[in-house]
Nanobody, 122 residues
Framework: QVQLVESGGGLVQAGDSLRLSCAAS????????AGWFRQAPGKDRELVAISWSGGNTYYADSVKGRFTISRDNAKNTMYLQMNSLKPEDTAVYYC????????????????WGQGTQVTVSS
């Protein structure tokens, strides 16, 4: 089992940058597939980026080229560097992890953090 805690959200202006962190408990975080999802008011939770345990990454088209997912397995921490933020990036951002096969589907992830709010003003 793993527990996840996000941090780093906030209120920024369009064009600014933020870095989100997801701290994981336990010693085996490196064996988990992990990713970032987001949910805006009135919308479904959607994929942002995935970092699979083998090192591959995957990004939603909407953030490709602007966001970067990374992991520091020694610190049991995953990051999401968000550059060139847009108002449409406003959402609660969640980190998720799972040890089953890699997936871009939120429902396939068993472990979730509590979320951190990102608000981008125009």
């Amino acid at each position: 089992q793993v527990q996840l805690v996000e941090s780093g959200g906030g209120l920024v202006q369009a064009g600014d940058s933020l870095r989100l962190s997801c701290a994981a408990s336990g010693r085996t975080f490196s064996s988990y597939h992990a990713g970032w999802f987001r949910q805006a008011p009135g919308k479904d939770r959607e994929l942002v980026a995935i970092s699979w345990s083998g090192g591959n990454t995957y990004y939603a088209d909407s953030v490709k080229g602007r966001f970067t997912i990374s992991r520091d397995n020694a610190k049991n921490t995953m990051y999401l560097q968000m550059n060139s933020l847009k108002p449409e990036d406003t959402a609660v951002y969640y980190c998720a992890a799972d040890r089953k096969g890699p997936s871009v589907v939120a429902g396939k992830y068993d472990y979730w953090g509590q979320g951190t709010q990102v608000t981008v003003s125009s």
